[in-house]
């Protein structure tokens, strides 16, 4: 049985609903056994006059409450999120890690997606005066809030630009060899308008001792032709119960199942 635990109209103002990165990504966190909720902002850049609204509610940001409906406890755990797609606890650490699609219009190779690492509640990811990474957008390009830049985090990754990172995971299995225990990996959907495609792939991140990113690199890809059309477009990577990997693809409408043999 599916039962509401936040009613349409009460997640997103009624005003505020849009087509536009609509995707609510959902983690719980074992610490706290709350929910945690991504809100993609509706716009490729939002106007000043919506951030009142939007750090209130947590649109462009990322949300916690309890799991069943009652006294929810709503709180917004972060800002400054353009549209993430993906996000998941470290389970060596508890750290919340989390993907975020930058910015559209300002060329093929700018500005690069984001893997970022929440280190604590309560902190700003630089959207929307920067587009990803350091760039800054023309709509912002004043000098950034002081209350903002104090809770200023810096992506842990830059991905190449507009390669759209979603659904991403920590592996824990014992299929793969030990290099890949609590990797990130993490699926790119694939561009949708630059001029030279990019993406259709599942990268990896390998962290440090410190928990800090440490090397990214491309895992399997396949998914695009010489002629840059694609053949499927990854969407998430989750761990299968064996410790294989399970990659959905929303273009071919399948899933893959990718093991180790060694």
Not at 187 to 195: E, I, P, T
Not at 225 to 230: D, I
């Amino acid at each position: 049985v599916a039962i509401p635990i936040i009613d349409q109209g009460d997640l997103i103002p009624t005003e505020e609903e849009s087509y536009n990165h609509t995707a609510r990504v959902c983690a719980i966190n074992k610490k706290d056994n709350k929910l945690y909720v991504s809100m993609g902002q509706p716009f490729n850049v939002a106007g000043p006059d919506k951030y009142p609204l939007y750090d209130q509610v947590g649109i462009g940001g990322m949300i916690r409450f309890n799991r069943f409906p009652g006294e929810l406890e709503r709180e917004v755990v972060a800002t400054g999120i353009r549209n993430s797609v993906g996000h998941a606890f470290n389970p060596k650490d508890g750290s919340l890690w989390f993907t975020d699609n930058q910015v559209d219009g300002m060329g093929d190779e700018t500005p690069p997606g984001e893997l970022n690492r929440m280190p604590k509640m309560g902190m700003w990811y630089g959207h929307p005066y920067y587009g990803g990474g350091d760039v800054r957008t023309a709509d912002y390009s004043g000098e950034v809030r002081a209350d903002l830049a104090k809770i200023y985090v810096k992506p842990q990754v830059e991905m190449i630009a507009h390669a759209a990172d979603l659904g991403m995971m920590f592996y824990d299995g014992d299929m793969f060899p030990k290099e890949y225990d609590n990797a990130i990996f993490s699926a790119q959907h694939g561009s949708w308008n630059a001029v030279k495609p990019r993406g259709a792939r599942v990268m990896v991140t390998y962290l440090d001792s410190k928990g800090n990113a440490e090397k990214t690199e491309p895992f399997a890809d396949g998914w695009m032709t010489e002629m840059g059309t694609y053949l499927g477009r990854p969407v998430d990577v989750q761990q299968y119960f064996d410790g294989s990997i399970l990659v959905s693809d929303d273009k071919a409408g399948i899933v893959y199942r990718i093991k180790y043999e060694g």
